[in-house]
């Protein structure tokens, strides 16, 4: 499976966390053949969950495994510290990311520990964000910690 094609799933993820009433991110992991073992979408306003950011949300869904060496996670957004802890703590090798334009997550992390981190500069992603963050300012702005 191509990068545009998993990050077209992790695309899917934010359009349903959207029509949620929550934030428009989303995620997925895949496995070394670019099956999807795992998908998440940003549930903190769903749930009240302060931590339920789609990465963790879909490293949770993904289970207990041992190939966490050969995944990619794919996510519309460039991932903030929480969910870049969270993929180096399970070593994760390779982030595709939808966008940094609307946020600038720890990317400077994924270089300190040799992730390939490939950033597609989507313009669905950055339209939807901007769209949302524009809309939302409250929610948003609640989501990344101001």
Sequence with gaps: MTDQKLLNHAIQE????LSEGGLPIGSVLADADGNIVARGHNLRV???DPTAHAETVCIRA???RRDWHSLTLASTLSPCIMCTGTSLLYKI???IIGENKNFLGAEELFQQH???LINLNDPTCIQ???NFIKQHPDLWNEDIGL
């Design 46 to 48: 769903q749930t009240g």
């Design 93 to 95: 090798p390779r982030v």
């Design 114 to 116: 040799s992730v390939k």
């Design 14 to 17: 934010a359009q349903l966390g």
């Design 128 to 130: 939807m964000m901007a």
């Design 62 to 64: 993904a289970g207990r």
